[in-house]
């Protein structure tokens, strides 16, 4: 049996859900004491697949008068319908379609608990293929997989480089499980996504750099600067566009193809760069923040809807989306 009160956020989540409609607080008290079974959630999530309840009970491998019946249940602790009945098909119901994704949530947290804890019971040895946007520093998901390799045996980590457009498609294909990047340029309906972090641009300078000793600078302090930037960088065209609204030629910036790159002949005294502050640096540069730029990017972990994860992927998603990132937000 899975209570509702088992997870702090979803509870805080399917509460809010309510209240937006038309629920009150004597019924989340009523349902915050209710326990509601995975088997309750299983069959929503069926129904609202199929949108015929035969066809949902079928796929659940239940009879019909048991998923109906469920299903109503549900709707007693929710107060309120889920569906409509409309034959020979259903419809979700306001409630319906903002309980949704919660529901998603909460099926999906408890198939990777139960994965996780037989796989470590068992001794597993750890499998995750993991796809990093360009413009990321593997530096934010070390921790996380040094704790991996506490839990599994063996690990085996397979990470692949992309930009928008090939992290996506990798996503698409099947080739990695989850993805940590920016903003994906392309919609598609099955893609799932957790905010991590937003972070604004910031100036990177060398310790030695005439600039090195304030905090912050203005956009025309940069106008007799080299300024370098990674052409594989998810802001590179953002970067540009910043410094052409404020009269600074982006065509004499460098160009370079690789974030590494650009931090080493950051640190040689060779140019400054914009990058965002997740971008790893050394003793040897400061980073500075930019006065009038509202600049921000939001870093979000991605997985595909309905797929099955394993017992590592499960894991180091429920890390990252747990993990303290305001070190970034600052």
């Known amino acids: 049996m899975w209570r509702l009160t088992g997870s702090h956020d979803l509870a805080c989540d399917l509460r809010q859900s309510l209240l937006s409609t038309g629920g009150n607080h004597a019924k989340w008290r009523e349902m915050d004491s209710a326990a509601m079974e995975m088997h309750q959630v299983k069959y929503f999530l069926a129904t609202a697949a199929e949108l015929n309840f035969t066809k949902a009970a079928e796929r659940c ?30 419809q979700l119901t306001d409630l319906g379609e903002r309980m ?8 999906d947290s408890a198939l990777g608990a139960r994965s996780l804890a037989s796989a470590i019971k068992s001794k597993e040895v750890g499998s995750l293929k993991l796809a990093l946007s360009h413009s990321l520093d593997l530096d934010i998901l070390v921790p996380h997989i040094r704790e991996l390799r506490q839990l599994f045996a063996n690990l085996q980590l397979r990470i692949l480089r992309g930009s928008a457009a090939d992290i996506l498609e990798l996503l698409k294909k099947g080739e990695v499980e989850l993805a940590v990047a920016s903003e994906l340029d392309e919609q598609w309906e099955r893609l799932d996504r957790w905010p ?51 009269n600074i030629d982006a ?22 760069a914009i990058v965002p502050p997740s971008t790893s640096m050394s ?9 009038d730029v509202d ?13 099955q994860r394993s017992a590592v992927a499960s894991a180091i998603l429920t890390m990252l989306r747990a993990a303290d990132w305001s070190r970034y937000e600052n």
């Open 61 to 90: 491998n239940v009879s019909q008068p048991s998923l109906t019946r469920a299903i109503k249940q549900l709707e007693e602790e929710f107060g309120g319908d889920l569906f409509r009945r409309e034959r020979p098909q259903v």
């Open 283 to 291: 003793n040897a540069l400061v980073r500075l923040k930019i006065n």
């Open 196 to 246: 991590l972090f937003s972070e604004s641009l910031q100036l990177l300078v060398g310790s030695r750099h005439c600039l090195a000793s304030r905090s912050r600078v203005d956009m025309a302090d940069l106008r007799q600067e080299s300024i370098l930037q990674s052409s594989r960088g998810d802001r590179a065209q953002e970067i540009v566009s910043v410094l052409r609204t404020n």
């Open 295 to 307: 600049s921000r990017r939001t870093v979000y972990i991605y997985g595909v809807a309905g797929r």
């Open 251 to 272: 065509g004499d910036s460098g160009d370079i193809h690789l974030q590494h790159d650009v931090i080493t002949m950051v640190e040689a005294g060779l140019g400054v």
């Open 100 to 107: 949704l994704p919660l529901m998603k949530q909460i099926y």
